[in-house]
Structure formats: structure tokens, C-alpha cells
């Protein structure tokens, strides 16, 4: 499709905003698409977030992208504060206008970069619910138990939850995974991030045995003509999908006792816990789960931390 083909589409597409949005509306669509390789979902959460800056701006009689001020992002924002957005929605915006805004100043579309100055609402992040190691073994000695009953999906189920736990990697580069990118004689794995960035993660003796059962008597099983190279396959044979993941990991943590209730974001919050608490160093914890920021990874030594105040309060005589 044209550029002016694709213009049009979104102009169509967005009947609420001036025709001269729609279009680099349309084009910032196809540069976070194809330039970035972005996901589908994250393309979606910056195109809505854009669109909803573009329609406020319309509101206020701008018809032009180039015509956007600090004075309207600002009274964007304030517009997302007073309808009930948290902190983190907020922040997560301001984020989004300021990187469109410097994408049309890059691309010669406005003359000054409005979001340069615009500060961003200081998210509050809780310390996330992570496993202690005993329940972590007991999640995946449970999966193992009824491995038996289940059949081939018992043994993924298995090679999936081994996996999350021993890598820290994310559900999307677990389902995206293909058979290709296992190399067994190393005990390491190719996965896909963020951005499509590639990165080896290693896993250990007990995740090398879940995946080698899995290959070897459980993916046969489910493989159908059209299962393609995907490492793992839902019940009908197709590759197997983020929400079926995270139905498993939910379903298996609620058998464990005394266990928060986690999803597989859980598990890689507890993998990078218990690496740290047994000794790695930040940086390789941060190279093993892909941030591109170490203070990303350093939200991990904040729970290890705050696990050890924990105990200490309730052990020592003068806590």
C-alpha cells in the first residue's frame, strides 16, 4: 500500500481526528511496525496513546501534529489525571508523547521537539509477589505428579514451567521459541525480546530433562502438519498461546500452599529474586532477563531486601 493509500486507510479509520493527523498518525503506525519491530501489542498501546493525544489536541483547535505545544501536552496529561488514570498510566503516556514528539522533529515533521520538557508523573512500583524456593520446587514436583495422568501436556506443561522458573525469560519469548533455538548440548537457549533483541539465556539439569521428555515423547504426540517449528504446541497442535501459559502457571501456584498468586511474570520475578539472593551479580542477572536498564534489574535487590528485613524482624529478640 502507498503512503497516501495507508493515509487515507487511517483517516478513515480515525473519522474523530483532522485528516492531517490521521495521516502521521498513520505513518508513526507503520514507523513503530516496521522501523522498530515492535510488537503488535505495544504498537497498539502507543498508537492509542497518541491518538488520544492527537484527538485532545483537535478538541483545543489544533489540526496539525506540528502545532503541538508544551501547554497541550501538559493539558493532555491533566485531562487523563482528572478522568481516574493511575500514576503509572500516566507516566506511561507522557513516555509515549515524548517519544512522538521526537520522532517528528527527527522526521521533519515539526520544527521543535514539544515533549522535550514534559516531566512525567513518578510512578509508584510495589514490590512484586515472588515464590520462596521450597514453594517453587513444590510448584514444579505438583506438575510432575500429574505429568503422568496428563499425558503429552502434562510433560509440557512441565518443560514450560521448568523453563520460566530456570531462564526468568518472558511468556512471549517462551511461546515464540522454536525448536531450532534449544541447544541441548550446551544447556542454553536462543530467545527473542523486546524489540525482537536476541539473547542467549542458559537453564540448568532439571529443565534440560522437562524439555528433553517433552521433545522426545510428549510434542510428537500433539504435532500436527501445519505445528511448524514452534517449541511448544497447545492441545490442537498449534503453537501454544501466552493466555493457555498463563491459565497453567496460575493453576499450578493455586496448588501450591501458602503460595501469592502468581502468573508467569511471577515466575521470572522469582527466578531474578533467587539469583540474586544466591549470589549472581546485577549485571548478569540484567543480561539473563534482557533489560535494556540495569535499575530495571535493580527492583530485584529491593524484594531480597525487604524478604531479609522481613525475617529479621520476626527472628531477631530486638527487631
Do not use: C, N
Request: hydrophobic share 40%.
Amino acid at each position: 500500500m502507498t503512503s497516501a493509500g495507508a493515509a487515507e486507510e487511517q483517516a478513515a479509520a480515525s473519522p474523530d481526528l483532522p485528516e492531517a493527523m490521521a495521516g502521521v498518525l498513520a505513518a508513526y503506525e507503520r514507523h513503530l511496525r516496521v522501523e522498530r519491530d515492535l510488537t503488535s501489542h505495544t504498537v497498539r498501546a502507543y498508537v492509542g496513546d497518541i491518538h488520544s493525544l492527537l484527538d485532545h489536541a483537535g478538541r483545543l483547535g489544533l489540526a496539525e501534529p506540528s502545532e503541538l505545544d508544551l501547554r497541550t501536552l501538559r493539558s493532555w496529561l491533566a485531562k487523563q489525571q482528572t478522568t481516574g488514570h493511575s500514576r503509572t498510566t500516566l507516566a506511561r503516556r507522557a513516555t509515549a508523547a515524548r517519544v512522538f514528539t521526537a520522532w517528528l522533529v527527527r522526521t521533519g515533521r515539526a520544527a521543535t521537539d514539544a515533549g522535550s520538557s514534559l516531566g512525567s508523573p513518578k510512578a509508584r512500583h510495589p514490590l512484586p509477589a515472588v515464590l520462596r524456593v521450597d514453594e517453587a520446587t513444590d510448584l514444579v514436583a505438583h506438575a510432575i505428579e500429574l505429568a503422568d495422568e496428563d499425558g503429552p501436556v502434562g510433560l509440557r506443561d512441565v518443560a514450560v514451567l521448568e523453563l520460566l522458573y530456570a531462564t526468568g525469560m518472558r511468556v512471549g519469548e517462551l511461546v515464540g521459541a522454536d525448536v531450532d533455538d534449544v541447544d541441548h548440548d550446551r544447556r542454553v537457549m536462543r530467545v527473542f525480546g523486546k524489540g525482537r533483541k536476541e539473547r542467549t539465556v542458559p537453564y540448568g539439569a532439571p529443565a534440560a530433562a522437562a524439555l528433553a521428555a517433552w521433545l522426545r515423547e510428549g510434542r510428537p504426540q500433539l504435532a500436527i502438519a501445519g505445528s511448524g517449528p514452534a517449541l511448544f504446541l497447545g492441545v490442537r497442535g498449534r503453537r501454544l498461546d501466552q493466555r493457555a501459559v498463563r491459565t497453567l502457571v496460575h493453576a499450578r501456584v493455586a496448588a501450591v500452599p501458602g503460595a501469592p498468586d502468581i502468573g508467569p511474570h511471577g515466575l521470572r520475578h522469582t527466578a531474578a529474586t533467587h539469583l540474586l539472593e544466591g549470589g549472581a551479580d546485577l549485571r548478569s542477572v540484567q543480561e539473563l532477563l534482557g533489560h535494556a536498564s540495569l535499575a530495571t534489574t535493580q527492583r530485584y535487590t529491593h524484594v531480597s531486601t525487604d524478604r531479609l528485613r522481613r525475617a529479621y524482624q520476626q527472628a531477631h529478640p530486638r527487631a
